[in-house]
């Protein structure tokens, strides 16, 4: 069928006329466009519902998922801190069995009324004590190891000693001398507390002692505080008397091995108290010496010892001779006379007194204070003491009496020369008080007067 045309009568211009199939075709595809689009519409409206209900749904999911996640990294901490708390357990459980702690115990239990006196301390208690042992808590350092200053929980000030090395072959002596030193009870002898075995090494706990110890106030120069000769001569006597206690008043007898003026501390009222007992032993009684490695500080190592590796009380008593000297001289145990040579002060010592040449070796700061008597008198005791043959040095206990002795004698002088000065002054007294009897009586003559008419005549006269 052909196309007819049509004039716009309006605008009169031709416009075709579409047949009639042309048109119905036309509007079938416009009208399947439009269902298209709607069908696209309603689908992508679907579709975004789904995704929403979607993401509505797996919030919870995804949630969950977290804290699931969480929880178990939770549950693997928890699990991994207390593997390694049972691991810490039984770490400690390890060192207390290897330290001797259940020898310890049975010691304790097996002797009556030692139980209060020794305690054992846990590590953790000590850690928070000494605020994990902070270098700003050090006491001291040594030989034998490190001492803390502590604060225990009850506000107890205590001196807690980190050994650095324990031979474990000698766990058993070192558990044995922690109960023999647990009985000490001697008020010139530091007090042990208790123990701690929990750790890789024992850990000791002492009392604290506050002024320090000897050596710094022999060799370090202090205007404010001047270590008398008064004092000197009592810090011999009390150390004295605490050796021969730990030598012949013990069940057990003990050897210090380390005396020397670093040893020996001074509480608040300036009382010698000997300490660290790291090196000490303790033998039977029916034993004479000890065999061991050679150990001790330069100074005072007694030569003897040194080369038979026998240690014996006098081994002690040498020690204790080299610190008389000290006292007495003020100088260290090793000095130093030039930049390449040092001397020992026990061997310069008995030179000096064998040229009887005391006064060049007594130290400057008591010289005015002292009496000769005794200075002379103590010199010659430590030079007994220093003795090379350990069999002519005196035993502690002769020591003491030594020192007794001489410092009874200097009181008996002391109190004769104050009897004197007393009964001088009573004389001078009673002489005054009879020129001005006197005096009123010749006065009385020269008045005229009866002496003392009004109250008692001066002298009874009594007839018979």
């Known amino acids: 069928m052909r196309n007819l045309e049509t004039y716009d009568v309006k605008h009169q211009n031709p416009r075709p006329i579409q047949s009639v199939t042309y048109l119905r075709n036309y509007e079938a595809t416009d009208l399947w466009k439009k269902r298209t689009l709607l069908v696209a519409a309603r689908r992508e409206t679907s579709e975004i519902a789904q995704l929403k209900n979607c993401t509505h749904r797996s919030q919870p999911l995804f949630i969950g998922a977290v804290v699931l996640a969480l929880s178990s990294l939770m549950g693997i901490w928890w699990l991994y801190k207390l593997v390694k708390k049972w691991q810490k357990i039984e770490l400690k459980k390890k060192f207390f069995k290897r330290n001797g702690g259940l020898l310890l115990q049975q010691e304790l239990l097996a002797a009556e009324g030692w139980v209060q006196k020794t305690k054992i301390y846990?590590?953790?208690?000590?850690?928070?004590?000494?605020?994990?042992?902070?270098?700003?808590?050090?006491?001291?350092?040594?030989?034998?190891?490190?001492?803390?200053?502590?604060?225990?929980?009850?506000?107890?000030?205590?001196?807690?000693?980190?050994?650095?090395?324990?031979?474990?072959?000698?766990?058993?002596?070192?558990?044995?001398?922690?109960?023999?030193?647990?009985?000490?009870?001697?008020?010139?002898?530091?007090?042990?507390?208790?123990?701690?075995?929990?750790?890789?090494?024992?850990?000791?706990?002492?009392?604290?002692?506050?002024?320090?110890?000897?050596?710094?106030?022999?060799?370090?120069?202090?205007?404010?505080?001047?270590?008398?000769?008064?004092?000197?001569?009592?810090?011999?006597?009390?150390?004295?008397?605490?050796?021969?206690?730990?030598?012949s008043a013990t069940s057990i007898p003990i050897y210090h091995r380390d005396i020397k003026s670093t040893n020996i501390l001074l509480d608040e009222k300036y009382r010698a108290k000997v300490s660290d007992f790291g090196s000490s032993r303790s033998i039977s009684i029916d034993q004479t010496h000890l065999t061991t490695l050679v150990q001790g500080t330069f100074g005072y190592l007694d030569p003897e010892y040194f080369q038979s590796s026998q240690f014996t009380e006098k081994s002690d008593v040498c020690s204790f001779g080299v610190v008389l000297?000290?006292?007495?001289?003020?100088?260290?145990?090793?000095?130093?006379?030039?930049?390449?040579?040092?001397?020992?002060?026990?061997?310069?010592?008995?030179?000096?007194?064998?040229?009887?040449?005391?006064?060049?070796?007594?130290?400057?700061?008591?010289?005015?204070?002292?009496?000769?008597?005794?200075?002379?008198?103590?010199?010659?005791?430590?030079?007994?003491?220093?003795?090379?043959?350990?069999?002519?040095?005196?035993?502690?206990?002769?020591?003491?009496?030594?020192?007794?002795?001489?410092?009874?004698?200097?009181?008996?002088?002391?109190?004769?020369?104050?009897?004197?000065?007393?009964?001088?002054?009573?004389?001078?007294?009673?002489?005054?008080?009879?020129?001005?009897?006197?005096?009123?009586?010749?006065?009385?003559?020269?008045?005229?007067?009866?002496?003392?008419?009004?109250?008692?005549?001066?002298?009874?006269?009594?007839?018979?």
């Open 325 to 464: 000297v000290e006292l007495i001289s003020g100088q260290k145990p090793i000095f130093s006379v030039s930049q390449t040579e040092t001397r020992s002060l026990a061997t310069h010592f008995i030179m000096l007194m064998e040229d009887n040449r005391l006064s060049d070796v007594l130290d400057a700061r008591v010289k005015e204070g002292c009496q000769n008597e005794e200075v002379i008198s103590v010199a010659n005791l430590a030079k007994r003491c220093l003795n090379l043959n350990g069999k002519n040095r005196p035993t502690m206990r002769e020591v003491t009496s030594e020192l007794e002795r001489i410092i009874g004698l200097s009181q008996q002088e002391l109190n004769i020369q104050e009897n004197c000065k007393i009964s001088k002054n009573t004389m001078d007294d009673a002489s005054n008080d009879w020129d001005a009897v006197s005096t009123s009586i010749t006065g009385d003559f020269d008045t005229g007067r009866t002496p003392s008419s009004d109250g008692e005549p001066l002298i009874n006269i009594t007839t018979c």
């Open 122 to 247: 846990s590590s953790k208690g000590l850690e928070v004590a000494t605020d994990r042992f902070n270098v700003n808590r050090i006491l001291g350092q040594g030989g034998q190891g490190t001492v803390y200053k502590g604060m225990l929980a009850d506000g107890r000030i205590v001196a807690v000693k980190k050994s650095m090395v324990v031979d474990e072959g000698k766990l058993e002596e070192f558990i044995n001398e922690v109960v023999v030193l647990s009985q000490i009870n001697h008020r010139n002898v530091v007090k042990l507390l208790g123990c701690c075995l929990e750790t890789e090494v024992p850990l000791l706990v002492y009392e604290f002692i506050s002024n320090g110890n000897l050596y710094k106030y022999i060799h370090d120069r202090n205007e404010d505080f001047l270590l008398s000769w008064e004092m000197r001569l009592r810090i011999a006597i009390e150390v004295a008397g605490a050796l021969s206690y730990l030598h």
